[in-house]
């Protein structure tokens, strides 16, 4: 599956993006999907997962009750809406999609197939 992550940009601190990550290729609404970022200097950590079936949600301690993943598997379309954000929140955001787990995983490396990132800039 091929994955086109987009929407990122520079938002001030307390504001919104959200971000869109589209599928093509294998069956999209078979795959649990996740999004992970990455800080300069700092390894790529997980953010929030949907489940394939269920459209069950995790997240990072660090974005809960902040930013909401959802899909729509008509558009094969993943998304991460991301409110009051903060500076610490910039980082480039990959989407990814696994078919390991059953619930969908928070482990970058049950992941195959990943996104070319979008960069989300947050000033104080």
């Known amino acids: 599956v091929q994955l086109q992550a987009s929407g990122g940009g520079l938002v001030q601190a307390g504001g919104s993006l959200r971000l869109s990550c589209a599928a093509s290729g294998r069956t999209f609404s078979r795959y649990n999907m996740g999004w992970f970022r990455q800080a300069p200097g700092k390894e790529r950590e997980f953010v929030a997962a949907?489940?394939?079936?269920?459209?069950?949600?995790k997240y990072a301690d660090s974005v809960k009750g902040r930013f909401t993943i959802s899909r729509d598997n008509v558009k094969n379309t993943v998304y991460l809406q991301m409110d009051s954000l903060k500076p610490e929140d910039t980082a480039v955001y990959y989407c990814?999609?696994?078919?390991?787990?059953?619930?969908?995983?928070?482990?970058?490396?049950?992941?195959?197939?990943w996104g070319q990132g979008t960069l989300v800039t947050v000033s104080s």
């Open positions: 949907i489940n394939w079936r269920t459209s069950m949600t």
């Open positions: 990814a999609a696994e078919d390991r787990t059953v619930y969908g995983s928070s482990s970058r490396n049950e992941y195959d197939y």
